[in-house]
Each structure stands twice: as C-alpha cells, then as structure tokens.
C-alpha cells in the first residue's frame, strides 16, 4: 500500500473518530435533557397538584370567611335591632344588612326596614336618608361599640350630642338604652349632652358652664351625681 493511500486511511479514521466523539457527546447532552425534562414533567405535575390542593383550600377559606361574615352581621342586626325595640316602642324597625363581593373585597351595606320583613307593605332604606336622625343614630352609637369589642380597642366610648337627633318623647328610653349596652358589653360612655333626662341613669353627671371672671372666661365644671 502506498504512503497517500496510508495517509488518506489515516484521515478518514481520524475524521470518522472525531464524529464518533461529537456523536457521543451529542448522545450525552440528549441523555441529559431527557433526563432534565423528566424531572421538569415531575415538577410540572408536583405545582400541578399543589396548585390544585391551594385552590380547594382557597375555595374553603372563603367559604369559611363568609359563614363567619354571615354569622357577625346576623349578630348586628340582632343588636341594633333590640336597641330600636327597646327604645323606638312606637315603631317596628328591623336593622338589616346585605354582604355581596365587590372588586374582590366584601361588601356590606346597612338598611333599615319599617315592619315585619314578610309584610309586603314594609318599608326598607337607608338608615338616615329614609328614617332620619333617630334610628340612625342609635345604630351608629350600637354599631361604634360592637367595632370597639371586636377591634379589641380601649373600652371608652365618647359621644358628643351624639344623639341630638333622637326625638324628646325618647330620651328617656334611649338613656336606658345606653345604660345597658355599656354595663352589658363593658364599655365606660361619656355622653355630652343638653337633655338632663339623661342624667337620670348616668353614673356620674357633671354640668360644664364657661364663667367670666375678671375679664378672663374661664370652663367651671359642677359634680350633679
């Protein structure tokens, strides 16, 4: 055999041994990205049914959440409904109160209806538009103490001519009304107020006057009970 011919052998088997390395690296870079996409397809099904499992969980959280929003507005249209009851004799007032989801956040809105909810003749609308100051005042009043409780705030609760609003013939109600929400729920009232019904199931009752002394005017306080 001739030297070219020996040379020419020679750079074919070299040629054909340097595709047999790149194939064998090829084959080895496959392996490896067959082996990455079957732990990506194992990852993929793991977030999958992680996923699936948070949605169901997320899905019984607001299920849960809105049993318990249910259950606390219940709870205020029972109390503002006694409050109206106990001072409103005159009248049938019932507090209501609808709880719908707007831009995913909740929603609740206060209403006031006159007569029983099953009364086709009854009427339902906004606390003060519809009612005017009394009612809606004694809900506001009833509604700042149930926050007070449930945001576990400083159980002090200052009222000034708060219930201006309430009509003459009710001060007298209202007062007990007031009286016995603060002992029951513990909450200590200060009330400012010109009715001196009132005075009459205060603890405590002082009478604020401003007094002109020497050109100076000066706030005297006098201890009434």
Same mark, same amino acid.
């Not at 870079?29 to 948070?54: G, I, P, T, Y």
């Not at 009851?85 to 007032?93: N, P, T």
């Not at 009330?191 to 005297?220: M, N, P, W, Y």
């Given at each position: 055999?001739?030297?070219?011919?020996?040379?020419?052998? %020679?750079?074919? $088997?070299?040629?054909?041994?340097?595709?047999?390395?790149?194939?064998?690296? /090829?084959?080895?870079?496959?392996?490896? &990205?067959?082996?990455?996409?079957?732990? !990506?397809?194992?990852?993929?099904?793991?977030?999958?049914?992680?996923?699936?499992?948070?949605? !169901? +969980?997320?899905?019984?959280?607001? $299920?849960?959440?809105?049993?318990?929003?249910?259950?606390?507005?219940?709870?205020?249209?029972? +109390?503002? $409904?006694?409050?109206?009851?106990?001072?409103?004799?005159?009248?049938?007032?019932? *507090?209501?109160?609808?709880?719908?989801?707007?831009?995913?956040?909740?929603?609740?809105?206060? *209403?006031?209806?006159?007569?029983?909810?099953?009364?086709?003749? =009854?009427?339902?609308?906004?606390?003060?538009? =519809?009612?005017?100051?009394?009612?809606?005042? &004694?809900? =506001?009043?009833? &509604?700042?103490?149930?926050?007070?409780?449930?945001?576990?705030?400083?159980? *002090?609760?200052?009222?000034?001519?708060? &219930?201006?609003?309430?009509?003459?013939?009710?001060?007298?109600?209202?007062?007990?009304?007031? !009286?016995?929400? =603060?002992?029951?729920?513990?909450?200590?009232?200060? /009330?400012?107020?010109?009715?001196?019904? *009132?005075?009459?199931?205060?603890?405590?009752?002082?009478?604020?006057?401003? %007094?002109?002394?020497?050109?100076?005017?000066?706030?005297?306080?006098?201890?009434? !009970?």
């Amino acid at each position: 055999m001739s030297s070219d011919t020996i040379h020419a052998v %020679e750079g074919v $088997t070299a040629r054909v041994r340097a595709v047999e390395a790149k194939a064998a690296k /090829l084959v080895a870079f496959r392996d490896r &990205l067959v082996s990455d996409l079957a732990k !990506k397809e194992k990852e993929v099904v793991a977030l999958s049914d992680r996923a699936e499992k948070l949605a !169901k +969980v997320g899905e019984l959280l607001r $299920t849960l959440l809105d049993k318990l929003v249910d259950k606390q507005v219940r709870i205020i249209e029972d +109390v503002v $409904t006694e409050g109206f009851r106990s001072v409103f004799h005159d009248q049938v007032l019932n *507090f209501e109160a609808e709880v719908s989801q707007k831009r995913d956040r909740t929603h609740i809105e206060f *209403f006031i209806r006159q007569g029983a909810k099953e009364d086709p003749l =009854s009427h339902r609308g906004s606390p003060l538009a =519809s009612f005017g100051g009394g009612p809606s005042s &004694l809900a =506001s009043l009833t &509604l700042r103490v149930l926050a007070i409780l449930r945001l576990k705030l400083f159980p *002090f609760l200052a009222l000034d001519e708060a &219930l201006g609003a309430v009509s003459p013939e009710c001060v007298e109600h209202t007062s007990r009304f007031i !009286k016995g929400l =603060s002992d029951k729920m513990g909450i200590d009232t200060l /009330l400012v107020t010109q009715e001196h019904a *009132f005075i009459e199931h205060a603890d405590r009752a002082s009478r604020c006057s401003t %007094e002109e002394v020497e050109g100076v005017r000066r706030l005297t306080i006098r201890s009434l !009970k």
